[in-house]
């Protein structure tokens, strides 16, 4: 494909009613077969930059027939010059991150299995698949379930009885969906992932733990994404609820009874223990943990190991344990290194202080 043809097909140019800033000697000649990163791109391929780019270094080992550059970047005249000059067509795009996920999508676009069920499949007679669905071998979809309109379930998927898929759901190999379970519109469950599963729930008794029945439900609204080997419990009563938009990482545990708001992320090893309430816009940094019923405002922000024990102000930044503001945290570690010889410092100043009281005792005694 040509760089240009491409560039027409990104919303950027295409809502901007044209290219803007491309030396079309190069670009209607430059022939794009693939894409990679800007340190691995050779010839036939596209690559980007971003203002999280170091100029210097980023072009070094790039032998790309085309960029996407940055508009809100310093370097960028500087980044134009020197792609022209080893011969690479470029495009200044507000947001070349976002660019370079349609070029992946235009160039691998997905491959979605044909509609049909697999014959080694299992599908309850009281089961209801809309139309266009994929069900593949050996899933087993249950008593009372319900799929709509192009959903894909691919090889060992797993629906118990009562679940509810939404239009335009994908689940990958192996995700299981327990009792009761609802997806909305374009969510994506990856593989090995439990939505549904029991909460952690006992009740301590003279006996021993008391197991307290987990009857609720998990609700994923729409385009909902949740990644491989995570878990989504379902409460004793009422409901775990993940918010429209929210995107959950592989190895991410979401206790039950949390809920979340729109557009939030969760990165790696999350853990949510139950109750904890999620704010729009959320983001959790990987190995964060948050206690029971602790809570986090909109746009709140814990970076990686974070524990959260009560309660994050909207659009705060927090990090450590227990998580503090995230400048004080900064401060804090920057005198982690020097608390050695600080101690050795107080020691010493102790040790003085203990002989001056020693001297001034003696002295008193001596008149």
């Keep these: 494909m040509r760089f240009s043809d491409l560039l027409g097909l990104l919303s950027e140019v295409r809502d901007a009613g044209g290219l803007q800033a491309v030396p079309h000697h190069l670009a209607e000649d430059a022939c794009i077969e693939a894409a990679a990163a800007i340190d691995q791109a050779g010839p036939g391929q596209i690559s980007f930059l971003d203002s999280g780019h170091a100029p210097g270094s980023a072009l070094d080992t790039c032998r790309a027939t085309a960029l996407l550059l940055p508009a809100r970047s310093d370097d960028t005249p500087k980044l134009q010059e020197l792609a022209s000059g080893r011969g690479m067509a470029w495009v200044v795009l507000q947001d070349p991150r976002l660019g370079f996920a349609e070029v992946l999508e235009i160039l691998v676009p997905p491959v979605s299995p044909p509609a049909g069920i697999h014959p080694s499949a299992v599908v ?107 878990t989504i419990d379902r409460p004793a009563v009422g409901e775990t609820r993940i918010g429209a938009g929210t995107k959950i990482d592989n190895l991410v545990h979401v206790g039950h009874g949390v809920s979340t708001g729109r557009g939030c992320a969760l990165a790696a090893q999350v853990g949510i223990a139950g109750g904890a309430r999620l704010g729009n816009g959320v983001i959790l940094a990987g190995q964060v943990g948050l206690a029971n019923r602790a809570v986090m405002g909109d746009g709140a922000i814990a970076s990686s190991k974070s524990g959260i024990h009560g309660e994050v102000a909207a659009g705060e930044v927090v990090s450590g344990y227990p998580a503090i503001p995230n400048r004080l945290w900064l401060r804090c570690s920057a005198a982690f290194s020097r608390l050695p010889e600080m101690a050795r410092q107080l020691r010493q100043l102790e040790r003085r202080r203990a002989a001056q009281e020693q001297a001034s005792a003696g002295g008193e005694a001596g008149t």
Excluded at 203 to 228: F, H, I, N, S, Y
């Design 124 to 230: 309850d007679p009281t089961a209801a698949v809309g139309r266009g669905c994929h069900i593949g071998a050996r899933a087993v979809v249950g008593a009372h379930v319900t799929i709509a309109e192009n959903c894909c379930l691919h090889p060992g998927v797993v629906l118990y009885d009562g679940v509810a898929l939404a239009e335009g759901c994908t689940l990958h190999a192996g995700a299981v969906l327990h009792p009761g379970s609802r997806l909305g519109r374009g969510c994506v469950v990856h593989s090995n992932a439990v939505i549904g599963s029991e909460g952690f729930g006992f009740v301590p008794t003279a006996a021993g733990w008391r197991k307290m029945p987990q009857t609720g439900r998990v609700v994923l609204e729409d385009d909902v994404e949740v990644g491989c080997g995570s």
